[in-house]
């Protein structure tokens, strides 16, 4: 292990595709959708060959900190943060850098998600300690995934011609390309060298602060105006200062227009990012039938369904391909299709002012 490497997770989503179970304080990444650990506990599972708990951080909101308190006992508490408003990746990550450049001057972090699944550790453990020996050469390193489909949901990295998945080398980046309609995803994909963002990034703190200074200066400003973390006047200076940030994706501030963006082309490490519950589905054990229901169940004619209903025998008769969701005050019913619009249930229930079910 190098002492220099830290990780920051990212777990400040509401996880609004996974309602009725993903709630402001019961969001995806606290979940155990998929095993016995939530996300995000399976998330710290896989770093600890690598970076230890002691050097990894987590910036999330105030519904959900104490929740991942008390589900990561061996994080220190003091590096369990709540952003004061959500402002999308860039201020989140600058925060996070400019707090970690003050503990050593000689940090890389690694910014991984809270809510994915990994099938593949030992493979998946080899890319990241690759992208963190790139970049302690000082280079900005992602992680691009070989894709499996071509996927209309996922950013895409180019990477020069030719590239070949599996690849521990940091090779350049030609572009980030945003989500595609079809026709340009299969393009995508038959080219060879376009590969699903995962949202996995890699860097010295001192080169991303750099790059927020050049590319998103007011930001950059106001992290570097906070008092030292851990003193009494960070947290209200925090508060003043955050929401006054740049409202802005990491990628679109700095990825997409820095010169020295590098990338591992990873292979195959069974990366999800569980953004459905059909991903959900896919992921699971199903019977003969195509069904996915871990509990008692009476199955009549019904093929291809997800059902989670926890506490009751479930009958099917006659379905094919739903999603059903019980929880006490709520119940979904979906199309596997149309299972990503699941988040415009919570909308349509913010604009009924309906903060019960939410």
């Known amino acids: 292990m190098n002492s220099h490497h830290y990780g920051l997770i990212l777990a400040g989503g509401r ?16 979940l155990n959708v998929v095993g016995e650990r939530s996300l995000i506990q399976a998330t710290v599972d896989r770093l600890a060959p690598l970076i230890p708990p002691e050097r990894l951080w987590v910036l999330t909101n105030d519904h959900l900190r104490d929740t991942i308190i008390q ?25 996070a850098a400019q707090i970690l450049h003050g503990v050593d001057p000689r940090a890389v972090m690694g910014v991984f998600p ?73 393009r995508y994909v038959k080219a ?20 927020l200074r050049r590319h998103l200066p007011r930001t950059a400003t106001l992290l570097a105006s906070l ?27 700095v990825m ?7 990338g591992v082309a990873a292979g195959d490490f069974g990366w999800n990012d569980v953004g459905s519950w059909n991903a959900v589905y896919e992921l699971l054990q199903r019977d003969a039938q195509g069904n996915s229901i871990e509990l008692e169940c009476i199955v009549l004619d019904s093929h291809n369904n997800f059902v989670d209903a926890r506490g009751k025998l479930v009958a099917l008769v006659g379905v094919r391909d739903l999603i059903v969701v019980d929880t006490p005050d709520a119940l979904l019913v979906a199309s596997r299709d149309c299972a990503q619009q699941v988040g415009d249930v919570v909308k349509a229930l913010e604009k009924r002012d309906r903060h019960d079910l939410l």
């Open 15 to 30: 996880g609004t595709r996974f309602w009725p179970r993903s709630r402001k304080r019961s969001a995806k990444q606290v």
């Open 114 to 186: 809270s809510d994915h699944v990994i099938g593949r550790q030992p493979a998946y453990r080899a890319v990241v300690r690759a992208a963190l020996t790139s970049a302690s050469r000082g280079r900005l390193m992602v992680v691009g995934i070989e894709p499996r489909w071509p996927e209309t949901g996922y950013g895409y990295l180019e990477f020069p011609r030719g590239t070949k998945g599996g690849s521990a080398e940091a090779l350049p980046i030609r572009g980030f390309k945003e989500k595609p309609e079809l026709p340009k995803a299969r």
């Open 192 to 211: 060879g060298n376009f590969y699903w963002n995962s949202g996995m990034f890699f860097w010295p703190t001192g080169l991303l602060l750099e790059e």
């Open 71 to 95: 589900q990561l006992p061996e994080i220190p508490k003091r590096q369990v943060l709540a952003e004061p408003v959500q402002r999308n990746t860039a201020p989140a990550i600058g925060l």
């Open 256 to 262: 997409e227009k820095a010169s020295n963006v590098y």
């Open 227 to 253: 008092p030292k973390f851990g003193s009494k006047r960070f947290a209200g200076a925090l508060e003043a200062a955050f929401p006054l940030c740049d409202n802005v994706s990491i990628d679109y501030a």
